[in-house]
């Protein structure tokens, strides 16, 4: 990989968006990739605010990008991913789960907007963008707290970045046994989710 990639990961607490940027990293890390990971937490509890920064190259010494550097947003939840869009890069695609659970920052800032007002506004503001129905393909992977997984999956068909192989490995290694099985269906089931639909 001669250029950097940079992924941000908007999420609530609770959501594995922290989880989801550690696969993302052992999976790079395994492929030879050189890799930086940093998180902002707003309120550090369950259901709180969440930014996950990524970054993937031969050389990679901060692991912080500005706002309009992000090669890619992977969105766990609306309201977060509408807060962060201003992080998407010229040439940038968004990849957002259609999962509405706001975090208390998120709920009092959009008041009056509804889930599908969400998707709305994030696609008119951003063209490249990919809603995927993350909560029905895990609920369908037999494990709805694979929401990440499904998007993990998306964002891997959409960017080809990394190998299928590498990211079973992490997530064999990184998650619990018993969530092992249906985590690695959620990742096929967002893989070829997305696979269809571009």
């Given at each position: 990989m001669e250029r950097r990639v940079?992924?941000?990961i908007a999420s609530v607490g609770g959501q594995g968006g922290l989880t989801l940027s550690r696969i993302i990293a052992l999976a790079s890390t395994l492929e030879g990739y050189s890799v930086r990971t940093a998180e902002t937490l707003g309120m550090s509890q369950r259901y709180g605010s969440v930014m996950s920064y990524v970054r993937i190259g031969a050389s990679i010494y901060s692991p912080l990008f500005d706002p309009g550097e992000a090669d890619y947003i992977l969105g766990l939840e609306l309201t977060e991913t509408l807060r962060r869009i201003h992080y998407i890069s010229k040439h940038g695609i968004i990849i957002v789960a259609d999962e509405y659970r706001p975090s208390y920052i998120g709920s009092t800032e959009y008041s009056s907007l509804k889930k599908q007002d969400f998707i709305a506004k994030i696609?008119?503001?951003?063209?490249?963008?990919?809603?995927?129905?993350?909560?029905?393909?895990?609920?369908?992977?037999?494990?709805?707290?694979?929401?990440?997984?499904?998007?993990?999956?998306?964002?891997?068909?959409?960017?080809?970045?990394?190998?299928?192989?590498?990211?079973?490995?992490?997530?064999?290694?990184?998650?619990?046994?018993?969530?092992?099985?249906?985590?690695?269906?959620?990742?096929?089931?967002?893989?070829?989710?997305?696979?269809?639909?571009?």
């Open positions: 940079n992924i941000l696609t008119s503001l951003w063209s490249n963008t990919i809603i995927i129905p993350a909560r029905k393909l895990a609920e369908e992977a037999g494990n709805v707290r694979a929401l990440n997984m499904v998007v993990l999956g998306a964002f891997n068909a959409v960017s080809n970045l990394l190998s299928t192989d590498s990211i079973k490995k992490a997530i064999r290694e990184i998650l619990p046994e018993h969530a092992v099985s249906s985590s690695i269906k959620a990742y096929e089931l967002g893989y070829n989710y997305a696979q269809q639909t571009r």
